[in-house]
């Protein structure tokens, strides 16, 4: 346990609707990113927030993806209108600032869109 | 794709031998980590090196750093069972916040 936790665990969900994942970060971590990870392959970089501020946005991302870490604390991500390829595993971690650049997984939410 | 080139994709090895995997990204960087990632765990990270050095050892792992060549290997001397694993390598780009992750190697250590 790395101290970054992930909800739900688990996410099954039809085609069109809306999902939105949560995570909470290790207290003391300025620091967030949300990555997607498909079978087989590294994680992809989603998003990545110091403190409240959203400062790097992937191109990979669509409109229809939205994050927000109000007050720097716990952050969510949200899917609206959900896509058969957006299955996969949505993974978040944080660090601290300054110049350790390990980052602390936590252990993912796996989406499946039927 | 965003993501760096690993070599190999996959690799067998018998417990006791010493295991190598490569990697190679495109952009400046302000330093490379490894990661490693099993079913019981998740995501761990491993090592750092930063891009001012060229070789860096912690345990039984070992990495270097070519900038020239914009590549990184690691050695994992000794291996166990325990680590079979993807292993992945990671980049921060300089002037950015994204880190790149590669696609991974794939290590079977057989007992």
């Known amino acids: 346990d790395t101290g970054v936790s992930q909800d739900p665990r688990h996410k099954i969900t039809k085609r069109g609707q809306n999902v939105t994942f949560r995570c909470d970060p290790i207290?003391?971590?300025?620091?967030l990113y949300w990555y997607r990870q498909t079978l087989g392959q590294g994680p992809e970089f989603l998003t990545y927030?110091?403190?409240?501020?959203?400062?790097?946005k992937s191109r990979l991302l669509s409109d229809r993806f939205s994050a927000e870490r109000p007050k720097g604390s716990f952050s969510t991500l949200e899917i609206q209108r959900t896509e058969q390829g957006d299955s996969a595993m949505y993974l978040c971690?944080?660090?601290?600032?300054?110049?350790?650049?390990?980052?602390?997984f936590g252990p993912g939410t796996r989406l499946t869109v039927t | 794709s965003q993501q760096g080139e690993e070599d190999p994709q996959a690799l067998s090895i018998q417990e006791g031998e010493n295991a190598t995997m490569n990697c190679s990204y495109k952009?400046?960087?302000?330093?490379l980590q490894w990661y490693r990632q099993n079913s019981g765990r998740g995501l761990v990270h491993l090592i750092l090196?930063?891009?001012?050095?060229r070789e860096k050892h912690s345990g039984r792992l070992r990495v270097t750093l070519d900038t020239s060549k914009k590549s990184s290997s690691l050695l994992i001397t000794a291996s166990r069972a325990a680590d079979t694993a993807s292993y992945f390598c990671?980049?921060?780009?300089?002037?950015?916040?994204?880190?790149?992750f590669g696609a991974g190697t794939r290590l079977f250590v057989k007992a």
């Open positions: 952009t400046s960087i302000n330093n």
């Open positions: 090196i930063r891009s001012n050095e």
């Open positions: 207290s003391e971590h300025n620091r």
């Open positions: 927030f110091q403190n409240e501020a959203q400062l790097e």
């Open positions: 990671a980049t921060d780009s300089t002037g950015g916040f994204k880190t790149i």
């Open positions: 971690a944080s660090r601290t600032s300054g110049d350790s650049y390990e980052q602390y």
